[in-house]
């Protein structure tokens, strides 16, 4: 007999914060389709306090409520509730509880302004204005339960609730449906990102990256990877018809990710932006393994080499002669194709001039 699938929301019973305080850790605050926590500022959790103990109203936050006995295989977790949005201003409520935020310095308390509160904590409010903190604990959010049998209403109600807001591709591609999400985050906690690059991830820089080595390696090829290509690879991929190209490209994705985190140092200055990371992988994937201890020394003396041109084309310019070399030309070349807005054209021609110019240094230095 096939399960009837099932899909509601409903607002949740009235809870004081102090009550979601109590139960935080059954609280699943990661489950696939989120992005990550701690985008906002110091100053952005404070204006949230602020909001709360000066009455104004809070959005809704949507949750995956898991204690109505359902065996919903969404609960990975095991816990009873799962954030589909509302993470950050959760988490600024806790922080708040634990002390790691305070109230903004311009803080202004409506009931009574005589009252200097900026910059005082919790335990402070509860120490010396326990009215204060006692609207801060008793304050209802309005929480929304949502119950489902499968994930795609759920990953759906995220996207939806967050097309107004600014959402990386990354971010709302996560959410989508299918194989591709899951083995594109499988991908970015490959050792190479996590230890090995030096851009931030917290709006799913490392995701996005990921994607494209799963395009580049299903298509054999690199590949135009703008953001409504990306959407396209991950949305098409079913896994009934494409099982066995995605685990081919997911299994040489990451031999070469491993062969990358051997070539790489931690925090790499080489890797401090996810544009190059696939013009690097395309150029360690088509190199004997032999060679792979040749290609971080080859590169850091390549990037010097731009940023010398860089500087004398420069100088050359406020001069008003403009003069270059063929090896200029070549690396000038690479800084045109690095913001160029052809972004298929702009991996083939960086991969070119790389490999060349790598055979060019590897039979200098041999």
Known sequence: MVAKEYFSIRTMDAKPLTWWKSRRSKIDMNPSY??????????????????????????????????????????????????????????????????????????????????????????????????VAEIFETFNLTIMEVHASTEDPINELFVRLNRNKPLAGAEIRNAMSGPVPQIIRSISSHSFFTDCIAFSVKRGADLNTAAKLLQFEYSERPMDTKKRVLDEFVQQVEVAQKKQMLELATRRVTDNLDAMAEIFLPRDKLLSSGGIIPVYYWLCREQDSSRHHLIREFLVEFESRRKSNRASASQSMKGGEITSSGQGNTLVAFDILNRSTNDLGSHVGRFKILNDAFEEWVLLNS
């Open 34 to 131: 989120q992005r990550r926590g701690r985008l906002w500022s110091q100053t952005d959790k404070g204006y949230l306090i602020d909001s709360i103990l000066n009455g104004f109203d809070i959005p809704k936050i949507y949750m995956a409520d898991f204690t109505v006995g359902e065996s919903s295989k969404l609960n990975s977790s095991r816990l009873p509730y799962a954030i589909i949005d509302g993470k950050q201003r959760f988490e600024a409520i806790f922080d708040f509880f634990d002390g790691s935020i305070v109230l903004n310095d311009d803080f202004v308390y409506k009931a009574d302004p005589s009252l200097k509160l900026g910059g005082l904590g919790y335990k402070d409010l509860v120490a010396n204005h326990y009215d």
